[in-house]
């Protein structure tokens, strides 16, 4: 295993041919990952989250800042010494090689192509699928997760100490997907390895990570695990970035050291902050309930939505051109056009300066 340190890493594309601006990919990014501990690195598109895998993985090179193997610089360590293994979204696989080929070319390199076999059937144990029947295959007579099947068992056919992920289910159906993710949670606990892993997908982020790095604009904005970050977000941007459905809105004003948000009520704030600013309150639609007629505030159903495998039902409503949320029963039978009463859980109200986006607490 190996622990990766990211010092003060700063990343610019510049594009002279075509005359445009210069992209700031990364901007002095510091991250400790411990040897053994999975990240993922979690973000909208663009934020800078395969740029800095390649960076870990030596692909591209810092403009400034370093990049530690065990407190050894990345570029002291000869390519071949550095233990990584790095799966893709675009599985990037040989055309005119069978997967035999593909999965045991570092065992060739090295004249250990015997141990294929055995490590192909480790591999199945694991991840209880039986991949040996697509070692035979070239790449054009697999399927989209025969393909990725192949580049993990790949990835792991090597003396593996770094394991580095690259969206690798993003052009699989979603089915798959899930079961892809189990295959490779039983990967990683068997492999004791490093691993980074990008994604923008919540769920593979919960279902892999040991933590969470969050990535706004080649910045970190919050870590830590998935629960953490969802039930105590630092900024706005992280609670609308985590969680689904996605979290409510109400805009107010602050008076007398309370959130005035007019018919949606007032609350206390957790501390002081300037009379008068804008504040938003962020609550998730699970803290919206209906009361009966004549308590709460009034708004009016405008889509009635089923999550059946989930076992609830999402009401969009809205009340003077603003709207939200709620969560209620499957079983919950309000139409779109009905007149409905809420009542917010002020205790699971998050307060968010609404210049800055960063958390009052």
Known sequence: MR????????KTYYDKSRQLTPVLAINNFDLHIAAGEAVVLLGPSGCGKTTLLR??????????????????PLDAIPVGERGIGMVFQNYVLIPHWESRRTVGFFLRLRDREDEVPAHVETVAKITGVDIEKLMGRLPRHLSGGEKQRVSIARAFARDLELLLFDEPFANLDAKFRA?????????IQ???????????DQVEAMSVADRIVIMKAGQIVQSGTYQALHD????????EFLGRPTINRFWGRVSQGCWDGSYMGR????????????????????????VAAGEGTPATVERSIPFYAEKYRLLEVWLRKRRWQIQVELADQHAPGD???CQ??????????????ARIA
């Open 232 to 239: 105590e977000p630092n900024s706005l941007f992280v609670a």
């Open 267 to 290: 609350a206390r704030l957790p501390c002081s902050h300037p009379e008068g600013s804008e504040v938003i309150l962020g609550i998730r639609p699970m803290f919206v309930r209906l």
């Open 339 to 341: 007149t409905i009463h």
């Open 190 to 200: 068997a492999f004791n390895v490093t691993l980074v892993y990008v994604t923008h």
């Open 3 to 10: 622990a990766i340190t990211l010092e003060n890493i700063s």
């Open 344 to 357: 917010l859980d002020w205790d699971k109200a998050q307060f968010f300066d609404a210049k800055t986006g």
């Open 55 to 72: 960076l870990i993985a030596g692909l591209e090179q810092p403009d400034s800042g370093r990049v530690l193997y065990n407190q050894t």
């Open 179 to 187: 079961q892809a993710r189990v295959e490779l949670k039983r990967l």
